[in-house]
């Protein structure tokens, strides 16, 4: 089976697997549709654990550099060809701990944002869809759904 193959019956499998989910977890799907809902809770879950995984990956990530390089100098001072790929090895794993760092820092920042924005998106259709004129007291003054399915059709 070639790669192409592979990657569409992948794409197929996880678009079946999101068309038909169900009320599992945090995340539900709309009952009878295929709509993805992501609670603001599961958000700030995810961003949350983003953010301790950078904060304990960056002194865990650079525990040994001092002494990889350290090691690598002095074997490669010793005449040791080790030692030079000692050295090459430490600064490929500073440039994948440094990257992987960004990318925590990157979702995080990302899901706080999306939160923040959905939030107010949200607040900003719960304005406009209040309906003009007087209202008896004690009534709701949102826009009956009804009402709303008309402007789409």
Avoid at 13 to 28: C, D, E, H, P, Q
Avoid at 65 to 79: M, P, Q
Avoid at 106 to 121: F, G, M, Q, V, Y
Wanted: glycine share 12%; aromatic share 6%.
């Amino acid at each position: 089976m070639s790669f192409e193959d592979e990657w569409a019956a992948e794409k197929a499998a996880v678009a079946m697997r999101l068309n038909t989910a169900g009320g599992t977890g945090g995340s539900t799907a709309a009952k009878g549709s295929g709509d993805y809902v992501v609670e603001d809770d599961d958000l700030g879950d995810i961003g949350h654990a983003a953010y301790g995984l950078c904060n304990g990956l960056e002194p865990a990530g650079k525990h040994a550099t001092a002494a990889s390089e350290t090691a690598g100098v002095s074997l490669k001072g010793d005449g040791f060809d080790a030692g030079a790929a000692l050295s090459e090895v430490n600064r490929t794993w500073e440039t994948q701990v440094r990257t992987l760092l960004q990318a925590c820092a990157h979702i995080s920042n990302h899901l706080d944002h999306t939160k923040k924005s959905n939030r107010a998106e949200d607040d900003w259709i719960a304005t406009r869809l209040r309906t003009v004129g007087p209202v008896a007291p004690g009534a709701d003054d949102a826009v009956s759904a009804s009402r709303i399915a008309t402007y789409f059709r």
